[in-house]
């Protein structure tokens, strides 16, 4: 694993973006349902979501051995 750390660091981490990530998500479907109309901040919501979505695959990709075909 190296420098990303071992594996239980990582699915740690995953585990916590994870949920950060629902939580965004709910928190978008939350105030659109609600009639919110500050399209700058759902805008700045969905770009953090999609900023752990990134990291979430990264780490996901740290996960799996490197395998030379």
Known sequence: ???HGTATD????????KAAH??????IR???AEGFSDALELQ???KQKLALK?????LERQR????IA
């Open 44 to 46: 700045r919501l969905k």
């Open 30 to 32: 939350q105030l659109i």
């Open 64 to 67: 799996l051995p490197d395998i």
């Open 22 to 27: 629902r939580a965004l998500d709910d928190r």
């Open 54 to 58: 990134d990291r979430i695959a990264f």
């Open 1 to 3: 694993m190296g420098e």
């Open 10 to 17: 990582i699915d740690t981490r995953l585990a916590t973006l």
